[in-house]
Nanobody
Framework: QVQLVESGGGLVQAGGSLRLSCEAS????????MGWYRQAPGKQRELVAT??????ATANSVKGRFFLSRNNAKNTVYLQMNSLKPEDTAVYYC????????????WGKGTLVTVSS
């Protein structure tokens, strides 16, 4: 079993910055991919950015503003969000695909990011 613990959400004015963190903990697993999705009110959950051994992916809507990094030793990913816009307001969910005898997917509980205009 793997747990994902998120931190760093909150309220920020448009143009401001926030950094989200997500740490994966557990035993006997290897991270294949890890990243962030978000879900705004009334909308479907969408990819923000992921990082994996085979490559990275970033949503066009956040390219050049959001930057994802990973600390392998800590099983942690960081999402640096700059130049935030009101449309970035959403619950941000950490996700991880791990190998633990088989591939398994996990989600965090989510952290709310609110960008005021």
């Amino acid at each position: 079993q793997v747990q994902l613990v998120e931190s760093g959400g909150g309220l920020v004015q448009a143009g401001g910055s926030l950094r989200l963190s997500c740490e994966a903990s557990g035993s006997d697993f290897r991270i294949i991919a890890m990243g962030w999705y978000r879900q705004a009110p009334g909308k479907q959950r969408e990819l923000v950015a992921t990082i994996a051994d085979g490559g990275n992916a970033t949503a066009n809507s956040v390219k050049g503003r959001f930057f994802l990094s990973r600390n392998n030793a800590k099983n942690t990913v960081y999402l640096q969000m700059n130049s935030l816009k009101p449309e970035d307001t959403a619950v941000y969910y950490c996700s991880a695909s791990v190998w633990a005898l088989r591939i398994m997917d996990y989600w965090g509980k989510g952290t709310l990011v609110t960008v005021s205009s």
